[in-house]
Structures are given as C-alpha cells and as structure tokens.
C-alpha cells in the first residue's frame, strides 16, 4: 500500500509538473533594443509643455511632430495606451485573462490584423504611413527609456498596430458591438466596454458611458460682430480609451493643429488649424446588418445561399488565457465567415454580420487629411474619402463657412426591407458590396439662418426649420435616426431665439443647465404631479419637491437631486416619446428611499449629490444627463457616500473664433489635466477648479505664446 501511495503520489507529481509546463506563458521573442534606438534617431522633436501641462510638438517634419506626440502621450497616459495597443493585436486576455478574452475573439472574428496586414501598403499613402510609423517609433523610443512601466512582449509597436487601433474601435462608435453583444445573450446585452481604464475592452454588463456631444457653428451673419463661431464639446468617459487628451501640433511642413486625441491616436481627432475646425458627435445610422442562415441538417459547417448549400471558411480563434502567475492556457474557439461576413453560432440560431468598414483601413488617413486642409473644399475632399465610417461633423473656417454633416459610411441596399431587422441570409441580393456616394449623405452647407447645430439628435434638426433637411429626401434603407434630445432641443431653442449671437453668448448656451419644457424629463415630473397617492406621506413630500422643480440642474437646486435620481431610472440617453422603462410611482420612491437614507432629506442641494472627483479634489458641479452641461454618473442610484460621481459627460471643451478679419483665438478646459494618471503630477488635476467653474483658458497657438509660462521645454529623438 505504502508503495502504491508512493507510486500513486508521484504521477501527481508528474502531472502537475507536466501541466506547469504546459501552462507556462512563453516568453516574447527579445526586444532589438539596437533596431528602435535607429529608427528613434531618424527623428527630431521639441516638446513645449505649457504652464497647464499640455504639450505643443514642434517638428522640422510632420512624422518628427508625430514623434514627439507619441513621446508626450506616452508620458502622461502608458498605461492606457498599452492595453489600447495590445487589444489591436488580439492579445489582451493574455495579460489581463479571461475578462479580455471576448474582445481577444473578436479581433479574430472580424479579422482586425490580417485587414490592416493585406491593405496597409497599398491603401494608405506614403505620407499615413509615415505619421503611423513615426507614432509607433515615439513609443518604442519612451518605452525602451521606461522598461519598468511596460509589460512584457508589447514591444516593438508598429504602424500597422496604430491602424489596428482605428479599425478596431471605430465601429464602436456606431454600436457594433452591441449588434454582436445581442447574439450571444437571449435576456442581457452584453457590450465591450470601452469606458474606464480598469475595464477597457473588457466584457460587461449593461452599457458603456454615455457617448453624447454637442456641436454647433455660427456664421458671420449670426454673429453680433461678424466673426466665425465653433464650439467643440464631446462626451466621453473621463478615463479610458477613448478619454480625450489635448495637445498642439506645428510642423515646418504646415501641419499645425490644436485640439484633442485618443490614446494610440497620432493627430488631433477634432479641434482646428489656423483656416478650419471641426467638431464630432456620435450619430446612429444603420451600419451592421445581422442575417439568419439556415444551416444543412446534413453538415452543420454548410448554410444554404441562393438555393445551394455553400462551405462555410472556418478557422480556429486561438485565445491564450492568463490564469494566475505567469501561468496561461490557450482555448481553442471555432471561427466561421460566410459571404455575408463573419459568422455566430449560437443555440437559438446562426448569424451573418456584415458591417460598414469591414474593408476600411484609412481612417488615420483621413483624419490626417482633415488636420491639414486649409479651405472647405480641401477638407471636403478629405471628407468624401469616407473613411471614419459614422460619426456627425459640424464644421467652420475663417472664410465665414460653416456646415453640418452627417456622415457615415452607407451601404448601398435594396429598397423594401426593414434593414435594422434581421435579414434572410440565403439570398445574395441583400449583400451589399458598395457605399453610397458622398453626395448622398444629409449635408447643411452655410444655411440661410446662419447657425448649424448636433447634439446626438436627428440630423433634420440642426438648423431653423425653415433649413432643415428633409427627411424624404433620404433613403429608409440609411436608418437615420429620428429621436431628438433634451440638448438638441434646448440648443436649438436658444439658438433660434437669438439673432445676434455674441462669443459669451455662444459659450453660456452650451453651459445650459436647463431641461427642455417638451423634454421627458417634464413629462415624466407632470405626470408624477397628477397621481393620487392615496395619502403615502413620502411620495406626497416628494411630489410638493417636484411641484417647487424649476428643472434647472445649477448646484444650489433643491429639486434637481429628486428629479435626476427619478428620471435617470425611467428614461433612456436618447428619447422623445418612448414609454418610460419602469414605473414612476416605483422610481419616485426608490429615489425618495435613497436621498432620506443618506441625506435625511428628499431636497438637498444638488451639488452636495453630483460631484466632480479627481484624487483628493471633491467638487459640487452643475449639470446632469442630457444637460447640455452633460454629467453622467453611469449609475441609477446614489454610491455609499449619498453622491452622483461623474464618470463621463463633460470633458474636452474647446470655443473656436474667427474674428471678421480672419485672426484666429481659442479656448479650452479639460475635465481635470494633462497629467491622465500620474496623481504625482502638478497637472494631475489641475484644471479641475476651472472646469466646474464652466471657465475656459485661452489656447496658447504661437510659440511665444506657449512659452510664456511653460513647465518643461525639451527635445526628443536623436536626428
């Protein structure tokens, strides 16, 4: 018996030592240590940082400039870049496990790499490829310098990562992985998150962030002094991906620009040059079509396509795990593509997803192009490339132009079926192979009443009415979206009802505070007053609360608190008469329950609840969900401490003016610094005061002008 036991305890030896083998991460091949100091001495960038932090990249060329930025990023923000970087690859559940494996299998699935490996060379041009390039080359050069700070195998980086990047989360912004999220849960969606730093491109319940924005442009006709008017404000979560970061560029070569950036983004995504600025929002149109395939009940790996039974492409979506240590494992998951696209096996059914940029690598490219222009028509040119698949587009320039585009990268469909339905997928005529021209897309260019305007709204609504498209003039087939929200509305309203808009004007709309009377906010609260609650003393407090609401959301409001907590539980992001989601009466008493359980009261002020948070920096700020001083807490009850922190809203807001005789000014705020992560920093939260102050500071353009007061003036590279 003693020597079976031994026996007996040997072979576990054996076998855990065996499966320790096999489950030991292999190390990455060693970094060419000599190959990145080369391609580092190739460039020559001087970084200005000035007295806020923000670094100015001045360049002799324009791939030193994008050099220099990724240098100045990667200080202030690796390690969000990082993970960035490794989820283009389809490598992240090896460092972060199993949480990052879905976005890991839909790289695989959607073919991320091999798209960006077979159109890199030949659809980008020399000079995209150049900034790419010189961007990954900043990253190797910090990184090699900063070896502590980057985790094993991620470098070296290269151009095509930087693309990866893009054709990775653009479609993101127009929902796609909410279309794949649904085919995997038949009760709970399930999206990728992409909001704060801890869980980017990790898989989660429920929604992302909020990503909202408001835009708008004012014309010299609108304006009471004749200048050109841009404001610039996108909704984004505070930290993360796809967290704004700002920064000026100036190369000898004539690109010069200011705004903001991702991180892994080598140029300004929107703010201005010294001719031209631009402004996104997201918009909604009908990028994915999902189809329903009838399988062969004969061979599961067969779908049946214009009445024949047709070979589906398989492949295997190797996915290596980290476990615990530096242990990982590699599962094994199938892969299929139809004609249709890539391809979901699910118990309920099988499906085909065929989305706009599936065949799409330039959106780098033409965002570069976009930076550089130096008239509308140049930037239009840019534009009509298609490239960056969704995303609204107010635009201005010195010329006094301005204009509103909604643009997306449409698919063109046959007329008759309702496309945002699932689709019969044994018919090739409902696979569509091209995109619709430029010119079809909604377009207002220097309207007649001198403002256009988007803030997530329907695109037949961005002016006076008397300018507005038509929605008839459209295709059913786009999916354009039809809904309004409280922002849209409440920018139009003050928009229309002021002739003569001056610069403070144009800033103080944006800073409204107010919903809209036709909001639904109002007509949940209406409804609410005219209930009979049958004598419950909280309710009937809570409604004499609502009753006294003027439904302003500025911190001192002793009836916001009530209304917010209520309405965020009944009303989705983008709404106009839909049904509420729960039932009022219950949602007014859940947020009765929660204010009397933290603050002993149903009417504190809301600045005691909505806080703005950055390290030690606690702060009451105005606004709230669908304000046009947008703050979203991402949450639909108070944390433990009885407050709304935000989590994304508000971020990066610039105001871009053009005075009558073409000189340029700007102003900018961020909500809390240049320093994204480094709590050590002076900038780590410096500009958090003025941001709940709604105060903006001039944009320095000159050099002298970043110079006066600069933190830091140094050189980068070795050319």
């Known amino acids: 018996m003693r020597l079976i036991l031994s026996i007996g305890g040997g072979v576990l030896a054996l076998v855990i030592l065996v499966l320790a083998f096999l489950a030991w991460t292999p190390a990455p091949p060693r970094v060419d240590e000599a190959a990145i100091r080369a391609a580092a001495a190739e460039y020559s960038a001087r970084i200005i940082r000035d007295s806020l932090g923000v670094p100015h990249i001045y360049g002799e060329r324009d791939a030193d400039v994008a050099f220099g930025l990724a240098w100045a990023h990667a200080e202030d923000d690796w390690e969000t870049i990082e993970p960035t970087l490794i989820a283009a690859r389809g490598e992240l559940a090896r460092y972060d496990g199993q949480a990052a494996a879905p976005t890991d299998y839909i790289v695989q699935l959607l073919r991320i790499r091999e798209t960006v490996a077979a159109r890199y060379e030949t659809e980008l041009t ?329 803030a997530n709204n329907t695109p037949f609504r961005a002016t006076d009415p008397a300018d507005d498209l038509r929605r008839e003039d459209f295709s059913a087939t786009f999916g354009i979206e039809h809904e309004m929200t409280n922002r849209g509305q409440r920018l139009l309203n003050l928009l229309i009802n002021d002739p003569s808009i001056s610069g403070a004007e144009a800033l103080e709309y944006k800073f409204d505070l107010s919903y ?38 500025n911190i001192e409001n002793r009836s916001a608190a009530l209304g917010v907590l209520t309405a965020i539980k009944c009303i989705e992001n983008r709404h106009d008469t839909r049904p509420f989601t729960c039932e009022p009466e219950e949602a007014l008493r859940a947020s009765a329950e929660d204010l009397m359980a933290h603050h002993g009261l149903l009417d504190p002020e809301w600045g005691e609840v909505n806080r703005h948070v950055r390290g030690e920096v606690d702060l009451p700020v105005d606004g709230g969900p669908d304000i046009l001083r947008a703050i979203y807490c991402g949450c639909q009850e108070l944390n433990e401490d009885g407050q709304f922190v935000g989590v994304a809203g508000d971020t990066y807001i610039m105001a871009v003016e053009w005075d009558a005789n073409g000189h340029l000014e700007s102003r900018s705020i961020h909500q809390f610094g240049s320093a994204t992560l480094d709590e050590t920093s002076p900038h780590y939260a410096d500009q958090a005061d003025d941001f709940v102050a709604m105060e903006l500071r001039d944009f320095p353009w000159m050099q002298s002008e970043v110079l006066d007061g600069a933190t830091r003036d140094y050189v980068v590279g070795r050319r």
């Open 516 to 553: 809209a009377p036709d909001s639904p906010v109002v007509r949940l609260v209406s409804q609410l007053l005219a209930m009979d609650l049958d004598e419950d003393r909280l309710l009937i407090e809570a409604q004499d609360v609502l009753r006294a609401w003027d439904f302003s959301t």
């Open 126 to 454: 020399a000079e995209a490829r150049a900034i790419v390039e010189a961007y990954a080359d900043g990253m190797n050069a910090w990184a090699l310098e900063n070896r502590g700070r980057v985790r094993s195998g991620v470098l070296p980086m290269t151009g095509q990562d930087v693309v990866a990047g893009f054709v990775l989360r653009t479609p993101f912004m127009y929902g796609l992985d909410a279309d794949i999220g649904e085919l995997f849960e038949d009760e709970r969606q399930r999206t990728i998150s992409i909001g704060e730093t801890e869980t980017a491109f990790h898989l989660i319940d429920g929604p992302n962030p909020e990503l909202g924005s408001n835009a708008y442009a004012i014309a010299p006709s609108r304006s009471d002094d004749g200048a050109t008017r841009l404001i610039v404000n996108s909704h984004q979560p505070f930290t993360g991906p796809v967290a704004w970061y700002e920064i000026g560029l100036h190369s000898a070569e004539g690109w010069n620009a200011g705004g903001a950036t991702f991180p892994g983004a080598p140029l300004v995504l929107h703010g201005h040059n010294e001719n031209l600025g631009w402004a996104h929002t997201v918009n909604a149109p009908d990028l994915a079509d999902i189809y329903v395939l009838e399988i062969n009940p004969d061979n599961e790996n067969q779908y049946r396509l214009d009445g024949e039974w047709v070979d589906f492409e398989t492949g295997t979506a190797a996915l290596r795990v980290r476990l615990f240590g530096p242990f990982s494992w590699v599962f094994n998951r199938e892969l299929l593509w139809s004609a249709h696209g890539p391809v979901i096996r699910q118990p309920h059914g099988t499906y085909a997803i065929r989305f706009s940029g599936h065949d799409e690598v330039r959106g780098v490219e033409q965002w570069y192009r976009m930076n550089r222009a130096s008239s509308w028509e140049e930037w239009r040119a840019a534009m009509e490339m298609r490239a960056i698949t969704s995303l609204n587009t107010v635009y201005a320039d010195r010329d006094g132009n301005i204009a509103y585009l909604y643009n997306a990268r449409m698919p063109v469909r046959a007329e008759g079926y309702d496309w945002r339905e699932y689709l019969p997928g044994d018919r090739s005529d409902l696979i569509w192979t091209e995109y619709q021209p430029f010119d079809a897309l909604p377009l207002l260019l220097n309207p007649a009443s001198g403002f256009v305007t988007n």
